[in-house]
């Protein structure tokens, strides 16, 4: 008479926010424009001729403007960057893999949809 062995193994791994968010917080997760590289709402005065953000903090600085991180050159103590035109990054710098994994995490894209 042989005994039958078994064995059952079962394991549970999650992660639960009960922290409440802050009246007037609110989490934000990218458009489909934006997961295409195009954030040009983010301007809201619109761009001059050289696609530079014309939006401006009280101090007179560029905000809301995008750069492209493999421009950047030393220039004096500092460095600068050249920015996107017009807020759109091109399709090759966007890298497929990580919009792929962000329509699969972010509710109402349609890869998270057809699930």
Same mark, same amino acid.
């Given at each position: ?24 917080? #609110?989490? $934000?997760? !990218? ?8 954030? @040009? ?7 001059? %001729? ?28 500092? #460095?600068? $960057?050249? !920015? ?8 090759? @710098? ?7 994994? %962000? ?13």
């Amino acid at each position: 008479m042989a005994a039958t062995k078994r064995f059952f193994y079962g394991t549970y791994e999650g992660f639960r926010r009960i922290q409440p968010i802050p009246a007037g917080n #609110f989490y $934000r997760v !990218p458009t489909a424009a934006q997961l295409g590289g195009d954030f @040009s709402a983010l301007c809201q005065l619109g761009f001059d %001729a050289a696609g530079v953000c014309l939006d401006r903090s009280a101090g007179g600085q560029v905000v809301h403007q995008l750069y492209n991180p493999f421009t950047t050159t030393a220039s004096g103590s500092g #460095f600068v $960057r050249s !920015p996107f035109k017009n807020n759109i990054i091109p399709p090759g @710098s966007i890298d497929a893999n990580a919009v792929n994994f %962000a329509k699969g995490c972010i509710p109402g894209t349609p890869a998270r949809e057809n699930r």
